[in-house]
């Protein structure tokens, strides 16, 4: 079991930048490889970002070159820095853990209960 825990959402003008933070507990972090994904009211969650145990990335093209995922696996905690952030990038935000590389929603065994970022124009 894999418990996870986001925070740093927040209200944000267009163009600003917030940092989310998503700390683990359980077993062995580094062994999952982590994701990050977003869900707007009245959509489908979708994948934002990707990272592997062995810090390989991935992005959704909606938010390359303005999203970064990270991870600290000595904290246990994988982070996502918004740059530049959109209207658009308003959402509930979610970490997951998975044991493969994928960006199917339903391939991921373990979520957080998410933070809400909102983007004013």
Request: net charge positive.
């Amino acid at each position: 079991q894999v418990q996870l825990a986001e925070s740093g959402g927040g209200l944000v003008q267009a163009g600003g930048s917030l940092r989310l933070s998503c700390a683990a507990s359980g077993r062995t972090f580094s062994s999952y490889v982590m994701g990050w994904f977003r869900q707007a009211p009245g959509k489908e969650r979708e994948f934002v970002a990707l990272l592997s145990r062995s810090a390989t990335t991935y992005y959704a093209d909606s938010v390359k070159g303005r999203f970064t995922i990270s991870r600290d696996n000595a904290k246990s905690t994988v982070y996502l820095q918004m740059n530049s952030l959109k209207p658009e990038d308003t959402a509930v935000y979610y970490c997951a853990a998975s044991p493969r590389w994928t960006m199917r929603v339903y391939d991921y065994d373990y979520w957080g209960q998410g933070t809400q970022v909102t983007v004013s124009s």
